[in-house]
């Protein structure tokens, strides 16, 4: 119970999501290529990182059936010295990893019933922040700007989220249609999925936002995408996202919360960013389009003005 509560305090959440964010975003660059056995090692971590950094490496071996072997080729696939450099890496995790909505539910429950006193808004803000923080560590310069650079010279971009992510692709698609108009949502409003997707071509651009559990909608779109040599963008927040490596490229970014669902925080600071860096590049013509929509939305009464 103890580690419950420590698992929620702020330092010991941001040490948790500095490690995880860093082992997997070496993990997603090397995934595609690690050998059966060697994904079956690293999905162990991942899921079991608590047990992994407190617990010897016999012990790892004989809870997940793998050799000891293995998990030392893995930690040198991945760009580490040996098996002991990686367990470092994780050691400060100070929660064991929650598996699904169900068990974080129960997770809350139990601190509630323990008597924890901490605000949840103290918890969640802190939670945020250490996702937030992470953006700037975890998230090359080179590759934020072949996003931006891909959705730039697009000839169109279709948005495509599912579940949780819905919102998120529908307030991308808010922003961007203020400066340009050739961004759409994929399958909305009964539209066809199928049919956006078979008019893509290598001009275009689908930008994803899939977390887990993925949608099937979205990893099939994903892959279709690619079938009709569209430019794909993946925004996750884990290194087995299905279709991850099948993106042009991808970001992993941060959702832990001490809630029963993911936190989209960070995501949303990284969507922003994109627009904003969108906008600043585009010269006078999304200058003037902004200005023209603002217009209208006044004169349709879509705006209050006092």
């Known amino acids: 119970m103890k580690q419950m509560k420590n698992f929620c305090c702020k330092e010991g959440f941001q040490a948790r999501t500095i490690a995880v964010v860093q082992f997997e975003e070496r993990l997603a660059a090397e995934y595609g290529a ?31 059936d793998i050799s000891p072997a293995t998990y030392s080729r893995l930690a040198r696939a991945l ?4 098996y002991e450099e990686l367990r470092e890496m994780l050691r400060g995790a100070l929660g064991r990893s929650v598996s699904n909505m169900t068990d974080k539910a129960s997770q809350l429950q139990a601190e509630a019933e323990m008597g924890d006193c901490t605000p949840f808004l103290n918890k969640q803000s802190a939670a945020c922040a250490a996702n937030i923080g992470q953006l700037t560590q975890n998230i090359p310069q080179d590759r934020l700007q072949k996003a931006v650079r891909y959705l730039s ?17 529908e307030y991308m698609a808010y922003l961007a249609n203020y400066f340009t108009s050739n961004w759409r949502i994929a399958g909305r409003a009964g539209a066809s999925l199928g049919a956006e997707i078979s008019a893509l071509n290598k001009n275009d651009v689908l930008l994803v936002v899939t977390k887990p559990p993925f949608a099937r909608r979205t990893i099939e779109g994903v892959r279709a995408a690619v079938r009709m040599g569209a430019k794909v963008i993946v925004i ?24 029963f669902f993911s936190s989209y925080a960070a995501t949303i600071v990284l969507i922003e960013t994109i627009i904003g860096m969108l906008v600043a590049g585009s010269g006078k013509a999304a200058k003037q389009r902004i200005f023209e929509v603002e217009c209208l939305n006044q004169q349709f009464g879509e705006t209050w003005n006092a």
């Not at 050998?35 to 809870?63: F, H, P």
């Not at 697009?154 to 998120?168: E, K, Q």
């Not at 490596?245 to 919360?257: H, K, L, N, R, Y």
């Open 236 to 259: 996750t927040d884990t290194h087995s996202c299905p279709v991850l490596a099948e993106a042009d490229t991808g970001f992993i970014v941060a959702t832990d919360s001490p809630q």
């Open 153 to 169: 010279n697009a000839r169109n971009v279709l948005l495509l989220g599912s579940l949780s992510s819905t919102g998120i692709v």
């Open 79 to 82: 760009g580490f010295s040996n």
């Open 34 to 64: 690690l050998s059966k056995q060697l994904k079956a090692a690293a999905d162990y971590i991942v899921k079991n990182q608590v047990d992994t950094a407190t617990r010897s490496l016999r012990s790892i071996s004989e809870s997940s």
